[in-house]
């Protein structure tokens, strides 16, 4: 049995599953269906075999998307491109899956854009703290100049990168008490993503901030060795963090994208039609992504709540207060990032 085979399987058992747990109190958040597939079979020469990791699991919207971007892409190419999907970081971290894109052994990933700061210094735009007010002004900006320019300068070092989609909204979960002001988080252990401003974020913040991969972060809570973490409503619920963590803020601090990569050894090989088709599937994907994080956030809280966490939803103005705490974490950043393309996002906020 191939390992999408098993997948299938598994999931199908994790579907009769869930449909008993529905007959019982909580349900698993319903997700929008996975729209038809739209367009012509895309005639081309060769067979391809593609293997997508991400690090999310196979209950979060990620996934929902990938299977979706699967079902384009084998409709689409009748089958001359076989698409496997390997969630949960059983291919590696983000990091480790991009440097398996650059060494050919993997040809595709969607990580987020934090850890990858290192190697392009400008995706920092996206750790900068409240940047992107609403979801509507991170569409502006990533689909629009500042995006495609984004992925422009990403399609170097053995990577081509082909479209965005969304992790989303970050919010603070912990295990040790509420959380509704910056002075709460003193003394508490906070893991970040391994990103430079993030450590900034949460030292300026007052907290103790310690970067870790995601792929350690359920064992390092449910372990203590950090008190807390951060991340948006549908990975806390897709990785059941909330077992570990019993109090969650929605302080929507950061707006996180996914970015859309294929090994440049696997796209040289394709030939041209295909690699369109890569990329019109990678749109749809991230639209399809997006629309179904976004629908399905209130199930998620209300959820979670449920299940017994303690969401503390923040006033204007105590958001205001983190706001107001964090705001020199900008002035340490600015150069680095660009005045002018911070003060774009900005004006694109008005
Ligand atoms: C998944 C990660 C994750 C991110 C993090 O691979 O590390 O906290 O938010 O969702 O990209």
Do not use: C
């Amino acid at each position: 049995m191939t390992t999408t085979t098993m997948t299938r399987v598994t999931s199908m058992i994790g579907a009769a599953l869930l449909g008993l747990t529905a007959l019982q109190a909580s349900a698993a958040p319903e997700m929008p269906p996975i729209p038809d597939v739209q367009g012509d079979v895309v005639q081309a020469d060769g067979d391809f075999k593609l293997k997508f990791s991400i690090g999310t699991t196979q209950s979060g919207a990620q996934y929902r998307g990938l299977e979706y971007f699967e079902k384009i892409v084998e409709q689409r190419s009748d089958g001359h491109i076989q698409v496997e999907l390997f969630p949960g970081a059983q291919l590696g971290d983000d990091l480790q899956a991009v440097s398996a894109l650059q060494s050919g052994t993997l040809e595709m990933t969607a990580p987020s854009t934090s850890p990858l700061v290192s190697m392009f210094p400008k995706f920092a735009l996206f750790d900068l703290p409240f940047l992107f007010p609403t979801p509507d002004v991170a569409d502006q900006v990533l689909d629009g100049e500042i995006g495609q320019q984004m992925l422009d300068d990403a399609s170097t070092n053995g990577l081509v990168a082909i479209g965005w989609a969304e992790n989303g909204y970050r919010q603070l979960t912990n295990s040790r008490h509420e959380v509704t002001a910056p002075e709460d988080l003193e003394g508490l252990k906070i893991r970040t993503m391994q990103n430079p401003i993030h450590l900034d974020i949460w030292r300026t913040l007052g907290a103790n901030p310690t970067p870790m991969s995601f792929a350690e972060l359920f064992t390092a809570l449910e372990q203590g060795v950090v008190d807390g973490q951060e991340n948006p409503w549908i990975t806390i619920q897709s990785s059941r963090f909330n077992e570990v963590q019993d109090y969650a803020t929605e302080t929507n601090h950061v707006y996180t994208p996914f970015i859309t990569l294929v090994s440049e050894r696997f796209w040289s090989r394709l030939p041209a039609d295909y690699q369109q088709l890569l990329r019109d599937a990678a749109k749809q994907m991230g639209d399809y992504e997006r629309h179904v994080g976004r629908s399905m956030n209130d199930q998620i809280k209300q959820d979670l709540a449920d299940s017994g966490m303690q969401i503390t939803e923040l006033t204007p103005e105590q958001v205001k207060a983190f706001q107001e705490k964090v705001a020199p974490v900008y002035d340490n950043w600015r150069d680095q990032i660009g005045g002018e393309l911070i003060d774009q996002v900005r004006a694109a906020s008005q």
